[in-house]
Nanobody, 115 residues
Framework: QVQLVESGGGLVQAGGSLRLSCAAS????????MNWLRQAPGKEREFVAA???????YYADSVKGRFTISRDNAKNTVYLQMNSLKPEDTAVYYC?????????WGQGTQVTVSS
């Protein structure tokens, strides 16, 4: 079992920044790819960013150049630094991993960007 706990969400004005954290515990592995996804009201959950064991990173086109994903394996924590936030970034942000063939999700953290 893997437990994921997100934190760092909140209310911010457009152009502002937030840093989300995802703390992993349980049978975690530094070789697992870690993902951030988000879901806005009335929309499907969508991919935001990912980081694999070699720290290669991947981003959705909508956040490239504004968001940065990173991981601290010693702390079993993944971060999502979000800069130049836009109202369309408003969503619940989820941390996700697939470990040993099973999907694990955090409870989500709300990010609200006001115009």
């Amino acid at each position: 079992q893997v437990q994921l706990v997100e934190s760092g969400g909140g209310l911010v004005q457009a152009g502002g920044s937030l840093r989300l954290s995802c703390a992993a515990s349980g049978r975690t592995s530094s070789s697992d790819r870690m993902n951030w996804l988000r879901q806005a009201p009335g929309k499907e959950r969508e991919f935001v960013a990912a980081i694999n064991w070699s720290t290669s990173t991947y981003y959705a086109d909508s956040v490239k150049g504004r968001f940065t994903i990173s991981r601290d394996n010693a702390k079993n924590t993944v971060y999502l630094q979000m800069n130049s936030l836009k109202p369309e970034d408003t969503a619940v942000y989820y941390c996700h991993t697939n470990s040993r063939g099973q999907n694990y999700w955090g409870q989500g953290t709300q990010v609200t960007v006001s115009s």
